[in-house]
T-cell receptor, first 114, second 112 residues
Framework: GQQLNQSPQSMFIQEGEDVSMNCTSSSIFNTWLWYKQDPGEGPVLLIA?????ELTSNGRLTAQFGITRKDSFLNISASIPSDVGIYFCAGHSGTNFGNEKLTFGTGTRLTIIP | DTEVTQTPKHLVMGMTNKKSLKCEQH?????MYWYKQKAKKPPELMFVYSYEKLSINESVPSRFSPECPNSSLLNLHLHALQPEDSALYLCASSPQTRNTIYFGEGSWLTVV
């Protein structure tokens, strides 16, 4: 099925560094969601965005809904070991989640180098 | 409370077995989903139930049979699966009032 372009595919950083990742689409979305998934677990919702230009924070995480509605960004400040995992963006173009699909990005795998 | 509970956590089944995966949420969400996820890939939508009616079926093989007995429960009945069906199966739900989807912890399925 359709997937969003998410980059980078993987990141190797040192503890304390800041992280940035983004998703881009050829289609307009009305909702952007960011998830983190640990090995063997389900995705956990980090941030939800609903309006173009919206900037939302959740602790050390900040995400933005792009002005064009075709992209979104996630930043993590001062990374810590528990930030390790796979981050997925997801976009929704409709108004009713029950009748239309959520489109997922390909994921960004974050690894912290000792 | 954003809890979606899935059982079992792990399931090993033979290709001739019949088994079921179960999902439960008590948040009053009226949309529930089944996703399949292979290693290092994003979740792939299988089925969506909206107000207990099947609203989306992503051309899933008939060896997977979903069921929504009531607004809190979602089952996925499995029969005559293939080894390539081995994956993490995720249940999710979303509220009517806000466009978000909350996932359960998943059920790891291995078909031998």
């Amino acid at each position: 099925g359709q997937q969003l372009n998410q980059s980078p595919q993987s990141m190797f950083i040192q503890e304390g560094e800041d992280v940035s990742m983004n998703c881009t689409s050829s289609s307009i979305f009305n909702t952007w969601l960011w998830y983190k998934q640990d090995p063997g677990e389900g995705p956990v919702l980090l941030i939800a965005l609903y309006k173009a230009g919206e900037l939302t924070s959740n602790g050390r995480l900040t995400a933005q809904f792009g002005i064009t509605r075709k992209d979104s960004f996630l930043n993590i400040s001062a990374s810590i070991p528990s930030d390790v995992g796979i981050y997925f963006c997801a976009g929704h173009s409709g108004t009713n989640f029950g009748n239309e699909k959520l489109t997922f990005g390909t994921g960004t795998r974050l690894t912290i180098i000792p | 409370d954003t809890e979606v509970t899935q059982t079992p956590k792990h399931l090993v089944m033979g290709m001739t077995n019949k088994k079921s995966l179960k999902c439960e949420q008590h948040m009053g969400h009226r949309a529930m989903y089944w996703y399949k996820q292979k290693a290092k890939k994003p979740p792939e939508l299988m089925f969506v139930y909206s107000y207990e009616k099947l609203s989306i079926n992503e051309s899933v093989p008939s060896r997977f049979s979903p069921e929504c007995p009531n607004s809190s429960l979602l089952n996925l009945h499995l029969h005559a699966l293939q080894p390539e069906d081995s994956a993490l199966y995720l249940c999710a739900s979303s509220p009517q009032t806000r466009n978000t989807i909350y996932f359960g912890e998943g059920s790891w399925l291995t078909v031998v």
